[in-house]
């Protein structure tokens, strides 16, 4: 009980600290630019045309709404972690985690069950949190329901959930296999080898799975009659699988994927009235 108070305590400390860039992230990801494009350079030094970074998108944000504005969003990301948390423990803890026999070296067999269960776990969490993933304040909410009703809780569940999946077995896999083959000693417990594959390969998956994520929050706020998801700033799209391929058409896959470094793409101009590229 100790154990998941102070796991619950520690998400929602991060969740608050996160949320200013989280929040930016989204509004990047929906292709919502406020501010224009600047001539500037990049990490080699030549001249590009760049998109606001992170501080700057932030700043403009406070200029408008306020310190608090950053924070829109907040309380669904703190219920969705503290449910998950809870959601998370119990069914780890209902497959029988604990009980399972630590050995110096882990074999590739528990690998497979270890990361079974966690995968079990997390999409259970998924699953139960993600109503709070597309919704926001009570209008959010209320215009969510009127408009798609209780299937619009769960739209871009499908691709939040393979993202999950693919990116657990990815990092795990690869963890394994650099302690079994490319180490000299290996990790010596299934707890250790966990905190290294987050360490080592937890960026490389994420970087692949990130168009994953895109498209579950393009289908999150997606025709709900949210101003963000609806034309013209955003098609309507008839499936997830619809969004992916038209994101991939427009070479969109990565966008919000950096916050830092933002050139406008090829063949991309910034329209004044819409404040967005088109």
Known sequence: MADAASQVLLGSGLTILSQPLMYVKVLIQVGYEPLPPTIGRNIFGRQVCQLP????????????????????GLTPRLCSGVLGTVVHGKVLQDLGSGNVQKEVTPSFDQVIKETTREMMARSAATLITHPFHGSGLYDSIVTIYREEGILG?????????LGDIISLWLCNSL??????????????????????????????????????V???????????????????YSPIYTSWIDCWCMLQKEGNMSRGNSLFFRKVPFGKTYCCDLRMLI
Do not use: W
């Not at 809780?153 to 959930?161: T, V």
């Open 214 to 232: 895109l498209v579950s929050n393009l289908m999150a706020v997606n025709n709900c009659g949210l101003a963000g998801g609806s034309p013209p």
């Open 153 to 161: 809780f769960f739209a871009g569940l499908i691709p939040r959930l």
């Open 53 to 72: 970074g992170l501080f700057c998108y932030a700043q403009h944000i406070a200029s408008i709404d306020g310190k608090r504005g950053l924070f829109t």
């Open 175 to 212: 963890a394994y296999l650099v302690n079994t083959y490319a180490l000299d000693s290996g990790v010596s417990t299934m707890s250790e080898m966990k905190s290294y594959s987050q360490a080592v390969t937890g960026f490389f998956a994420s970087m692949l799975t990130y168009p994953f």
